[in-house]
């Protein structure tokens, strides 16, 4: 085939592939801010998978289903991505230069890639040394200026209010409503894919934008007539970051899930109304609890999050005596596994053999042959 063949044949494919997903803004267009003029950017983020859990579902009975939303498969590896198109969209819209977010490492690998897709420079604020390697790898790679502060992500997100005050760069954090908007999509692809709401949703809390955006997708949709229930919301803090549990702010949150490693959570206030809404409940899980998650997650259903993810299954498995017979529940994986290499080795029960020979008996041997 020549080359300009081959030219005509692919951006061809492209043309199929863009019809065929084209992106959440595309998507759901008609649920989202935009117009004809807003400049889209994206990375054709959304459209992840449901994915049935029948090994957790065996710690339940009582023919509950559990389903994850695997948003790990983001372009990003995180759910940030969502809520970051929306945003990055609308600050390029209005014309801006700049963006800027305080990050546990998520909000900020995807603030630097969305940025860098619509020609705009990104500032992340970070706590120094409490953000997972394959994150921070993601902001200096997609070409972010990197601050790490000594201090924690509360503190990061103050000063990043008083900056984007103070000078010429968009806040993208959730704060941001265009956030929550784009991040309410996960809830509109749910209720696609199953024809309904589930009944209970199960997620980890950390800011609580994410909460507030599931929220806020399916009353869209029951609005709509798109399903005719609404979920109980079931919130998951990591104990020793728990505010919301506790009901008073934590001034030195500590988790081995450092996604969620929050002590004051800026949409406090519309979390509380979440709960209350829904009927929901916020609970909190302990490391332990997390990791015992995160590698059942992994080792039994092949699926790989980051711990902060593991917390909406931790938290089911916590509360899993309130769940109705036969209900349909569906947790959260926020994020990839794979952006935190060192929690995963550090944690995992699973040995390494090394210093072996390479010599045919002893690896056989090895392995038990
Ligand atoms: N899971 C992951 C993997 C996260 O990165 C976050 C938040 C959450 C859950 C909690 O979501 O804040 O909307 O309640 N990460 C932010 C960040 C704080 O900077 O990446 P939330």
Same mark, same amino acid.
């Given at each position: 085939m020549n080359l300009s063949k081959f030219a005509e044949n692919s951006s061809k494919l492209q043309d199929k592939y863009s019809s065929s997903w084209g992106g959440l803004i595309e998507t759901y267009r008609p649920y989202l801010p935009v117009n004809n003029t807003t400049p889209v950017v994206t990375l054709l983020e959304g459209n992840t998978p449901l994915i049935s859990t029948p090994s957790i579902a065996s710690y339940i009975g009582r023919g509950v289903k559990v389903l994850v939303k695997y948003d790990g498969l983001n372009p990003t590896g995180s759910f940030k =991505?969502?809520?970051? &198109? $929306?945003?990055?969209s609308k600050?390029? !819209?209005?014309? !801006?230069?700049?963006?800027?977010?305080?990050? &546990?490492?998520?909000?900020?690998?995807?603030?630097?890639?969305?940025?860098?897709?619509?020609?705009?420079?990104?500032?992340?604020?970070?706590? =120094?040394?409490?953000?997972? $390697?394959?994150?921070?790898?993601?902001? $200096?790679?997609y070409g972010a200026s990197v601050i790490a502060i000594k201090g924690n992500f509360d503190e990061a997100l103050t000063i990043v209010k008083d900056l984007a005050n103070s000078y010429p760069v968009t806040l993208v954090n959730s704060i941001n409503p265009y956030r929550l908007q784009g991040q309410k999509t996960a809830a509109f692809e749910i209720v696609d894919v199953l024809g309904n709401a589930p009944d209970w949703l199960c997620i980890?809390?950390?800011?609580?934008?994410?909460?507030?955006?599931?929220?806020?997708?399916?009353?869209?949709?029951?609005?709509?007539?798109?399903? =005719?229930?609404?979920?109980?919301?079931?919130?998951?803090?990591?104990?020793?970051?728990?505010?919301?549990?506790?009901?008073?702010?934590?001034?030195?949150?500590?988790?081995?899930?450092?996604?969620?490693?929050i002590g004051n959570p800026a949409n406090w206030t519309k979390a509380l109304k979440v709960q209350q809404e829904s009927g929901g409940e916020f609970n909190s899980v302990t490391d332990e609890e997390i990791l015992e998650a995160y590698r059942i997650l992994a080792a039994k259903e092949g699926i790989f999050c980051e711990p902060a993810s593991a917390a909406s299954v931790a938290g089911l498995l916590k509360v899993k005596d309130q769940i109705p017979n036969n209900a349909t529940v569906v947790c959260v994986l926020t994020g990839n596994g794979l952006k935190d290499p060192d929690s995963a080795i550090k944690n995992c029960q699973n040995p390494i053999h090394s210093e072996v020979s390479p010599d045919l008996e002893e690896v056989a041997k090895i392995m038990g042959f």
């Open positions: =991505d969502r809520g970051m &198109t $929306l945003a990055i600050a390029k !819209e209005a014309g !801006e230069k700049a963006v800027i977010c305080a990050s &546990t490492g998520n909000t900020s690998a995807a603030a630097a890639a969305y940025a860098t897709r619509g020609g705009m420079r990104a500032f992340v604020i970070i706590p =120094d040394g409490y953000v997972a $390697l394959g994150k921070l790898a993601q902001a $200096l790679v980890p809390v950390g800011n609580a934008g994410n909460i507030t955006a599931y929220w806020m997708g399916f009353s869209e949709y029951y609005q709509e007539g798109k399903c =005719d229930r609404l979920p109980k919301m079931m919130g998951f803090q990591a104990a020793g970051a728990a505010p919301l549990i506790k009901k008073q702010p934590i001034p030195n949150p500590e988790t081995v899930a450092t996604a969620i490693r």
